[in-house]
């Protein structure tokens, strides 16, 4: 059984392809599993036209039914030189998802949403919001911003690690290239992190907070404190082990399914 097998054989309900997916590369996860749910993670409005999305998510859903799901995102000033009024854009997009034919139906699509304004867009214009980068904190505020009947659905990176100090060096290792991208700090800053507290790889309460690590029993609880802040899935991704990350799954399999 290959890595892809083993994560669907846990329990694990639905794969997040990061690292800004195409359409073509979740069609290789779908062939691969049989009952997990494949979502991008998300898909950059500024590298796809709407209609040529659109005409991969029919194929998709064609093919593979409910068992995929379309997330689109803005990404970040640092990485798109165009970027410019995302709110905007993202209007535009999901117009051109509409608009598409055949287009891709409100329900089958979720936004990546940090800040009031995006949340808003995703409840109204998709099934809902999928953050990434945030505590328990952000979550609980953005359930209130979204309301109680659009998806919420958090990405938590995690360090499985037992030794508090090991785990919390890997975890602020990561940290650092999101603590240089103005979205993700403009929302820490609105949660009430302080400039210093950003500066030097992220002061320990932040780590603490963006990043759980630990033990996969405390993991869990963190999982389950976005869960009653009102997350309805948590997409979990480990991190600092390089990229073989099958024995955290198995660790947070056994704690969280």
Known sequence: MGPLGEIEAL???ALWLGGSPALVQARAYLEATTTLTVATGIL???RHEPADVAAGHADLRRDFGERFLLGVGIGHPEATSE???PLAKMRDFLDGL?????PVPRDERVVAALGPKMLELAAERSLGAHPYFTPVEHTRLARERIGPGALLAPEVAVVVDPDPEGGRAKARAYAESYLRMSNYTSNLLRLGFSESELAGGGSDRLIDAV???GSAGAIAERVHAHLEAGADHVCLQPVGHGTEQVDDYRALARALL
Do not use: L, Q
């Open 211 to 213: 990043i759980p690590h």
């Open 44 to 46: 950059n409005v500024w």
């Open 98 to 102: 509409d608009n598409a034919d055949p």
């Open 11 to 13: 329990g694990f309900g």
């Open 83 to 85: 970027y410019k009024k």
